[in-house]
């Protein structure tokens, strides 16, 4: 497949500013650096984050107009409704960044919460919040599709 002029981004990692991890040859998994290396970009996507949550909040205090038109009104709730949900998603997420940093101190991070196998430094850089390993969590979404119906 050609590859696009557009070199895809490499998401969170990419968001903090940081290059891959580079291990070295019988480096341990986990070891110090490592662990910096992910609390620094879990460390910056959060700041990325409470920022974006402040955003939208000075947002909707500078937009929180009166407006007469019940149509403009309507817009404007509409609107609000769906910052009030993307600021909830980030709370959230911004909660599970911090519950993740606690892992880091306490020296449990990356590995699976379901089977303890190394989850690995390559998933954890894409998804750093990631608490199973990609076994896990394919059975994981398999089950919730099953219990969904989907
Ligand atoms: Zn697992």
Redesign the pocket.
């Known amino acids: 497949m050609p590859q696009g002029k557009e070199k895809k981004t490499h998401g969170i990692l990419a968001l903090a500013g940081l290059e891959p991890y580079q291990e070295k040859q019988g480096e341990e998994y986990m070891n110090d650096a490592q662990r910096a290396h992910f609390r620094r970009i879990l460390e910056e996507w959060r700041r990325q984050l409470r920022q974006e949550v402040d955003r939208t909040v000075h947002h909707m205090k500078d937009e929180a107009a009166n407006f007469p038109d019940p149509v403009d009104r309507a817009a404007q709730e509409e609107e609000f409704s769906i910052e009030l949900r993307t600021r909830d998603r980030e709370r959230k997420l911004i909660k599970k960044i911090e519950k993740t940093l606690q892992k880091i101190e306490d020296d449990d991070f990356g590995f ?1 919460d ?4 190394e989850i690995g430094i390559r998933r954890l850089e894409a998804r750093p919040t990631a608490d ?2 990609v ?2 969590k394919t059975l994981a979404e398999m089950k919730e599709k099953q219990m969904t119906g989907a």
């Open positions: 699976c379901s089977c303890g196998i199973l390993c076994d896990c």
